[in-house]
């Protein structure tokens, strides 16, 4: 396999854990004492609810076993598996069609207009390029100009979702 670690793991374990019903949303490693590797899954068919703690062993167990065999990773580390959570990455061009019409905050890799972060509301994904509003304002952006993006949680429509909100 070739690329960065991150690509190498994603290509091994997106279509493994899509076999079991998830999706691999995101994949992240954190150097601490003993290192950190995090993916983020969610449920390829939205069945209410969301993904559990349950959802997240079996994930665990299914890439700890698949891990061992394919030995990618040099030394010992910890796996985390989570959920995307409310304010969950953006990071493919599925994610941002999906997710049109929320609210996301972008990290960029270059300013634009000054700035490195924007907050606005998705209009549109089409052929590698986001429309974002911001301040009353369409900005166009290349995918590969997104350092990192996060959908910023709608509490209120969470609240009315769960039923606890009037």
Known sequence: MSGSLTERLRDLLGPALEKLGYELIQVEQI??????????????VDVGGG??????????????GLLDV??????????????????RPLVTAEH???????????????PLQGAR??????????DGVIEIEVDGQR????LAE?????????????????GDGH
């Not at 150097?31 to 390829?44: F, K």
């Not at 394919?70 to 959570?85: H, I, K, N, Q, T």
């Not at 972060?117 to 089409?126: K, P």
């Open 117 to 126: 972060r924007l907050r606005g509301r998705l209009c549109s994904e089409a």
């Open 51 to 64: 993904v559990t703690l349950d959802d997240c062993q079996k994930v665990s167990q299914y890439v700890s």
């Open 139 to 142: 900005l166009s952006l290349p």
């Open 146 to 162: 997104i350092r990192a993006a996060r959908l910023v949680p709608d509490l209120a429509a969470e609240l009315r979702s769960k």
């Open 70 to 87: 394919e030995d990618p990773l040099p030394g010992a580390y910890a796996l985390e598996v989570s959920s995307p959570g409310l304010d």
């Open 96 to 110: 941002f069609r999906r997710f049109v019409g929320s609210e996301a905050r972008l990290q960029l890799h270059r």
């Open 31 to 44: 150097a601490t004492r003993r290192p950190v590797l995090r993916l983020y899954i969610d449920l390829l």
